[in-house]
């Protein structure tokens, strides 16, 4: 089958690799209808993390399924199935507390597994013609048949469940006003969660003139932060109070306010400055215990100068990690049917998979547009 093969930094090519087999009774192999380029793949890409040469890349996977396991009783050869990019078992002690994004069973040694990407476990990505389904009964959500909403049901995969996620890690609530830094497609996913949740004001935080503009579209408040302290200027808007609650969806390649160069910690520090007094903050944006490319030495063993005795004086409280998406997907995938949500406004291009290399540069490069990109193995050149 062709799958998108991790080469060297700054390099995938589309090349035939061996077809999944069905490994474990559990197995299920799905033929992917729709894989997403997430910006976490980038971080592979740049050649920021310990990714070898090989690796099939893609955790934002939906399809049908073609063959099934011995073990598996509620899925059927026929089903269209997204999985969330967290691989879990379902009965460990994380996963049984509904923390499936740090399960103890499908990578041992490490809180957590993920389809095609770096330390995340034996598990090949989506970003091919098929992909295999551990512990599939606990992993695969239905989805009703045919093509309808497809778009928008591959980012039931990560991105709009990790934004749900930053939300939920804030606890933001109706009436709240709320500043998301980043906006990207988790930043937008975020800011669109909150108003989902019935915020009153929420305010967006980049420098990207298209990302700003899409914001706006969602009815969020644009922040260009090279136009000034963002913190300033969202207090400006608040009475200089700040907001009730801040969350972080850009992480570890944070850019300084003049966007001269990467400063880690920014994002952290300037939400400690946004958020109010005894607000909360939620930081779903992506924090790696190592960074090879990081501006300086301590930043690459993931340690960063945060203003933990500003925090500690504002009495806010912080909640992190990488979202558990089955906590939040089958009800945003309800959202999406009964037509109270629709996140694939943040998707800019549809593309074969055999056009992946030129949308990883593009993506990278943030040029012609390139947002959120959503590969078709079955979509002819």
């Known amino acids: 089958m062709k799958a998108v093969v991790y080469e060297h930094p700054f390099a995938v090519e589309v090349k035939e690799v061996e077809d999944p087999q069905i490994q474990h009774p559990n197995d299920v192999i799905v033929r992917v209808t729709s894989s997403a380029i997430c910006g976490s793949d980038l971080h592979m890409y740049e050649g920021r993390t310990a990714a070898q040469p090989g690796i099939v ?44 994004g740090f399960c103890l069973t499908v990578n041992p040694g490490f809180a957590g597994g993920a389809y095609g990407y770096v330390a995340m476990g034996p598990y090949p990505g989506g970003q091919a013609e098929k992909l295999r389904v551990p512990y599939a009964d606990f992993n695969c959500l239905k989805l ?69 503009d899409k914001a706006k579209e969602i009815g ?20 200089g109070e700040g907001t009730d609650k801040g969350v972080d969806a850009v992480g570890y390649q944070a850019q300084a306010h003049d966007a001269s ?8 520090n300037s939400l400690v400055e946004t958020v109010r007094a005894t607000g909360k903050l939620g930081v779903p944006g992506l924090y790696v215990p190592s960074d090879p490319g990081a501006p300086d030495e301590a930043a690459k063993h993931g340690q960063l100068l945060v203003s933990i005795g500003r925090m500690f004086e504002k ?35 549809e593309i074969p998979l055999d056009e992946a290399p030129v949308a990883y540069e593009k ?17 002819a050149a």
């Open 57 to 100: 890349f893609g955790h934002e996977n939906l399809g049908i399924i073609e063959e099934i396991g011995s073990g598996v009783t509620s899925l059927a050869p026929g089903d269209r199935v997204v999985m969330p990019f967290n691989v879990a078992c379902g009965f460990c002690k994380n996963c049984l507390a509904g923390y499936t």
């Open 144 to 212: 009703p048949p045919g093509e309808e909403f497809e778009t928008d049901f591959v980012l039931l995969a990560d991105i709009f469940p990790t934004g749900y996620h930053g939300c939920e890690l804030a606890e933001v609530s109706p009436g709240e006003s709320v500043a998301v830094y980043g906006a990207g497609p988790v930043g937008l996913m975020a800011a669109y969660s909150a108003l989902l949740r019935g915020a009153a004001k929420v305010f967006c935080v980049d420098r990207v003139p298209e990302r700003l």
């Open 220 to 239: 969020a408040i644009p922040i260009d932060f090279t136009k000034g302290d963002p913190a300033e200027q969202i207090k400006d808007q608040t009475d």
């Open 261 to 268: 160069h990467e400063e880690p910690a920014v994002v952290l």
């Open 315 to 349: 009495g806010q409280r912080i909640g992190t990690g990488q979202t558990n998406v089955k906590r939040y997907n089958r009800q945003l995938r309800d959202l999406i049917i009964a037509g109270r949500a629709k996140p694939s406004f943040v998707v800019s291009h």
């Open 363 to 379: 993506f990278d490069k943030r040029i012609e547009g390139y947002t959120k990109v959503v590969l078709h193995p079955a979509l």
